[in-house]
């Protein structure tokens, strides 16, 4: 069973970064205001990025590295641009 990261576009342009074992449920769930929360209030939400992890400990790893991400390297890695997360990572200001 495969582990997906996530990040959403909120209503009011911010993002929202979870892991599950269950992407479209938890999309759903989200969409439909059934988990309390961050997102709850900030509906509604868009799917812009996932990424599959075989274990939940890889997933879980993921959503901790990216959660601590500025909003330009979230961004970069949403659009899929390597070169700008790249540079983005060897500048801690990005």
Avoid at 30 to 48: A, C, K, N, S
């Amino acid at each position: 069973m495969p582990f997906w990261l996530y990040i959403l576009r909120c209503k009011d342009g911010s993002y929202y970064t979870g892991h599950t074992d269950d992407l479209e449920k938890r999309i759903a769930q989200h969409r439909h205001g059934e988990i309390p929360g961050y997102t709850h209030e900030h509906r509604p939400v868009e799917l812009v990025f996932s990424e599959n992890f075989p274990t939940r400990l890889e997933a879980l790893e993921r959503e901790r590295q990216v959660k601590g991400w500025s909003r330009a390297k979230k961004e970069a890695l949403i659009r899929g641009d390597w070169g700008s997360l790249s540079d983005l990572s060897k500048n801690r200001n990005g």
